[in-house]
C-alpha cells in the first residue's frame, strides 16, 4: 500500500535562512502532490499543488520540487519568518481506488528562530 | 473565501454516547470529507461524500457512521462513543473534479474527549 513519508523532527531554523522540507512516497505514482501548511488547534490550509509533468513550482517564498523518479517532493521557504513557523503536511493523490482522495503524511513542523 | 464551519471546537461526551458533528460549507462543493487527526498518526480519512445522499468510506470507517441529506451539510456521528474516539476532528469540501480545482478547504477543527 502507499506510504507518504514525512521527517518527524522538527527543523529548527534562523531566520533568513531556506528551510527545506521533505517528502517521500513509495509504492505509487501520484499525478499531482499538494502542500498544506498547519498552524496549532486549526485546520490545514492549502498552499501549493504540482503536477507530476512539472519539476517546480513558485509561489512567492515557497517553492515546491516534484521528482517522479526519485518518488520525492521538496517544499522550500526561502527567506523564512517567524511567522512562517508551522507544521507543513504533504498530500500527495491517494492512489486508485478513491482516487478524488488525497493521502497525508504525518506533517514536519518548522520552527524559525528570530 | 471558502468557509467551511463546524458546529463546536470543543466537545465532551461520556462513553456510550451517540455524538454529532456537523460540519457546513458555503462554496457549493460537491465533495466533502472527515477526518480525524491525532498525535503521531496524521490525518485519517474516516468518510467521505461526493454529492448529496452519496458516502464512501475512507481508511478508518468503523465506529463512524455519515449522513449527507443537503449539499452544504455533512454530518458525522459516533453511534456509541468511546474513549479511542477522543480526536481533533476536521471537515473538509472541495468542488468538483472537472472544475479543474483540487485543493481542500479545512473547517476549523471539533476536539473532541470521550471519558
Known amino acids: 500500500s502507499q506510504k507518504i513519508e514525512q521527517n518527524s523532527e522538527a527543523l529548527n531554523i534562523q531566520e533568513g535562512k531556506t528551510a527545506t522540507l521533505t517528502c517521500n512516497y513509495t509504492?505509487?505514482?501520484?499525478?499531482?502532490l499538494q502542500w498544506y501548511r498547519q498552524d496549532p488547534g486549526r485546520g490545514p490550509v492549502f498552499l501549493l499543488l504540482?503536477?507530476?509533468?512539472?519539476k517546480e513550482k513558485r509561489k512567492e517564498r515557497l517553492k515546491v520540487t516534484f521528482d517522479t523518479t526519485l518518488k520525492q517532493s521538496l517544499f522550500h521557504i526561502t527567506a523564512s519568518q517567524p511567522a512562517d513557523s508551522a507544521t507543513y503536511l504533504c498530500?500527495?493523490?491517494?492512489?486508485?481506488?478513491?482516487?478524488?482522495?488525497?493521502?497525508f503524511g504525518k506533517g514536519n513542523q518548522v520552527v524559525v528562530i528570530p | 473565501d471558502v468557509k467551511v464551519t463546524q458546529s463546536s471546537r470543543y466537545l465532551v461526551k461520556r462513553t456510550g454516547e451517540k455524538v454529532f458533528l456537523e460540519c457546513v460549507q458555503d462554496?457549493?462543493?460537491?465533495?466533502m470529507f472527515w477526518y480525524r487527526q491525532d498525535p503521531g498518526l496524521g490525518l485519517r480519512l474516516i468518510y467521505f461524500?461526493?454529492?448529496?445522499?452519496?458516502?464512501e468510506k475512507g481508511d478508518i470507517p468503523e465506529g463512524y457512521s455519515v449522513s449527507r441529506e443537503k449539499k452544504e451539510r455533512f454530518s458525522l456521528i459516533l453511534e456509541s462513543a468511546s474513549t479511542n474516539q477522543t480526536s481533533m476532528y476536521l471537515c473538509?469540501?472541495?468542488?468538483?473534479?472537472?472544475?479543474?480545482?483540487?485543493?481542500?478547504?479545512f473547517g476549523p477543527g471539533t476536539r473532541l474527549t470521550v471519558t
Open positions: 462554496m457549493d462543493h460537491e465533495n
Open positions: 473538509a469540501s472541495r468542488p468538483r473534479w472537472s472544475s479543474g480545482s483540487y485543493e481542500q478547504y
Open positions: 461524500s461526493y454529492d448529496v445522499k452519496m458516502k
Open positions: 498530500a500527495p493523490r491517494h492512489q486508485p481506488p478513491g482516487n478524488n482522495r488525497l493521502a
Open positions: 509504492n505509487y505514482s501520484p499525478a499531482y
Open positions: 504540482i503536477r507530476e509533468n512539472e
